[in-house]
């Protein structure tokens, strides 16, 4: 009896403190809103005042754009979307595999996932495609980016006043 006892306590009290700490370790990895916005402006500002303007984006956009125009026809298909994402794929794969390993081939995986790494661009997910494609022609051109991009900025700066920062992100409208 006294020995059951002992086990269902000692079962009970890993049970509480797995449910305990559980959360805590998930939160490590969760980046909160804050920090997620922190991110994109310390990547998307190139001036260095923690704001973005609609320049730094659009300049941010068109160099990527380029990225996806493998053809170079100034226009982007939904094939090579397609084919940069599977790149990145390929390259997320062969990182898995070399992530034990030490060395040069560990670092390759790791340079190669991040040249592979798809850029941000609107249009990227085929409901968006269809609707950033005005003309309706099956492709997306630098124009049609540049104008979604601009309608992405005007809907995230929140105040208005022509620059996006972390206020923007925490903003309720």
Known sequence: MRNRTFILGATVLAVALTGLSAPSFAAKNKLTPEQRAERMIKRLDTSGDS?????????????NFKSFDTNGDDEI?????????????????????????????????????????????????PRAFARIDADGNGTLSAAEVAAATERIFKRRDRNGDGMIDAADFTRKV
């Open 77 to 125: 298909s939904r094939d090579e979307i397609e084919a940069k994402r599977q790149v990145f794929r390929e390259a997320r794969k062969a990182w898995r595999d070399a992530r034990a390993k030490t060395g040069a081939e560990r670092d390759q995986a790791v340079a190669r996932l991040r040249e592979a790494r798809p850029a941000m661009l609107p249009g990227m997910r």
């Open 51 to 63: 704001k973005v303007s609609l320049q730094e984006l659009q300049a941010r956009i068109s160099n």
